[in-house]
């Protein structure tokens, strides 16, 4: 099997050396004070910095960020799987070439606060190999459990087994496909999150029991809906894991972490 870690053991990320502290209410006073005028006119914008790529379902897009049409392309997850927007990044093909590539969500601004327009203005002032936009700083296993119980540990733990990783070294998490990453990084990623996709698919029975059972997560989608699109009733562990898969990438890759 490929051993994608390589050296001594990470040193756990720490918010002085790394500069990833979460200052996540100083970001949104700042957005909150821009002159609303101007949050409201700026469209059509380019940015000679970043790209993003957005995995949209049936929101209409078009709609809330068709005017971002030059920095975003998005890509449609149909037909829908229990991968959800793990999926989407299969789909991702032409990648132009900027400093920075970002992945976003119809459900950016609510769960952010951050504009497009603040984003991208923003990004101009940075260096770092990967800026989360949804950052919770506490260790991704610890984090996750919390949603959706020890279930997920054994999965993870047995993950980080298959690619040589070690299980006791701490992950800081940031999650829900919301992120940014300098484009010499982002091809590698797409092969490393397709490669775990492959992993989860090939575990042994033990393993795709849990993966296949009923994650605890109460999201807007209908049980019916759920069975019809994804084969299952509940949300599987299948999403909750390849979203966390950029924060194992990040610490394999000893990537500097900042937040916007």
Request: one cysteine or more; proline letters at 5%.
């Amino acid at each position: 099997m490929d051993s994608y870690y390589k050296g001594p053991e990470p040193i756990r990320l720490n918010s002085t050396e790394n500069n990833i502290i979460s200052n996540n209410y100083l970001i949104l006073e700042n957005f909150n004070n821009l002159n609303i005028e101007e949050k409201n006119n700026q469209s059509n914008i380019k940015s000679d910095t970043i790209h993003f790529y957005m995995f949209y379902y049936s929101e209409p897009v078009e709609t809330d960020f068709g005017k971002y049409s030059n920095v975003i392309d998005f890509i449609k997850l149909e037909p829908q799987t229990k991968y959800f927007e793990g999926a989407g990044f299969s789909k991702i093909t032409n990648i132009p070439n900027k400093k920075y590539i970002g992945i976003l969500t119809p459900s950016i601004t609510k769960k952010t606060g951050l504009s497009i327009d603040f984003i991208v203005d923003r990004i101009n002032y940075h260096d770092a190999d990967i800026i989360p936009l949804f950052y919770s700083g506490t260790n991704v296993v610890d984090q996750a459990v919390i949603y959706h119980n020890e279930k997920f540990r054994i999965v993870w733990n047995w993950l980080l087994n298959q690619i040589n990783f070690p299980t006791d070294v701490e992950i800081p998490s940031f999650f829900c496909n919301l992120w940014i990453l300098k484009k010499k990084y982002f091809l590698e990623f797409l092969f490393f999150i397709n490669k775990i996709i492959l992993i989860l698919e090939g575990s042994p029975p033990e393993i795709q029991m849990i993966l296949n059972s009923d994650s605890m997560y109460e999201g807007r989608i209908s049980r019916e809906d759920l069975l019809l699109k994804t084969g299952y009733s509940y949300y599987t562990y299948h999403p909750f894991m390849t979203e966390r898969v950029i924060c194992l990438f990040a610490k394999i890759k000893n990537l500097s972490v900042s937040d916007l």
